[in-house]
Antibody, heavy 116, light 106 residues
């Protein structure tokens, strides 16, 4: 069974940092581009970042560029999102998503709350 | 700025009704559109990709159509488990989502 399990979400103060992880199983992790998508509870979906197969190409939404870093460890089948200089508007549920042409499947998400 | 606009925001129907959800792109995206279903407390699930292709294990009552800027998700005979929020998603111009249509029980 294909599975994505996120972890690392927490309550953090504005200006703080957090690293999210996503453990993949049930498929060949290194054969898929991977993404992070976030959702403010009760609101819509917002694409955050993507990474190519070997981690050499990364892209970001403008609102997180320069503050967030997506990376992967194919030996550990794990995706990461390093988030620095966090702001209140980064508060959201963060989903790890496999790309197979489209976004499928999605993990269950990990909640990041930025508040003092 | 590229925008996906979904309508209506809320659709109130009874089980057995036909549901028609719309997604309009601010510029042509060919057929690079997908539809996702999200139930409360759950992650989104891929229903339709490439505008009209059903994803694995998706019932035949779900169908998608359209190309260019206007797209439609149709649920031919709404079942009780179909009441949820539906999002359209494009990947022609980076990635973006519509704001969602909530299908609720009338």
């Amino acid at each position: 069974e294909v599975q994505l399990v996120e972890s690392g979400g927490d309550l953090v103060q504005p200006g703080g940092s957090l690293r999210l992880s996503c453990a993949a199983s049930g498929f060949t992790f290194s054969a898929h581009w991977m993404h992070w998508v976030r959702q403010v509870p009760g609101k819509g979906l917002f694409w955050v970042a993507r990474i190519n197969l070997d981690g050499t190409t990364t892209n970001y939404a403008d609102s997180v560029k320069g503050r967030f870093t997506i990376s992967r460890d194919n030996a550990r089948d794990t995706l990461y999102l390093q988030m620095n200089n966090l702001r209140g508007e980064d508060t959201a549920l963060y989903y790890c998503v496999r790309e197979s042409g489209w976004f499928d499947p999605w993990g269950q998400g990990t909640l990041v709350t930025v508040s003092s | 700025e590229f925008v996906l606009t979904q309508s209506p925001a809320t659709l109130s129907l009874s089980p057995g009704d036909r549901a028609t959800l719309s997604c309009r792109a601010s510029q042509s995206i060919s057929s690079y559109l997908a539809w996702y279903q999200q139930k409360p407390g759950q992650a989104p699930r891929l229903l339709i990709y490439d505008a009209s292709k059903r994803a694995t294990d998706i019932p035949a009552r779900f169908s998608g159509s359209g190309s260019g800027t206007d797209f439609t998700l149709t649920i031919s005979n709404v079942e009780p488990e179909d009441f949820a929020v539906y999002y359209c998603h494009q990947r022609n111009n980076w990635y973006s989502f519509g704001q969602g249509t909530k299908l609720e029980i009338k």
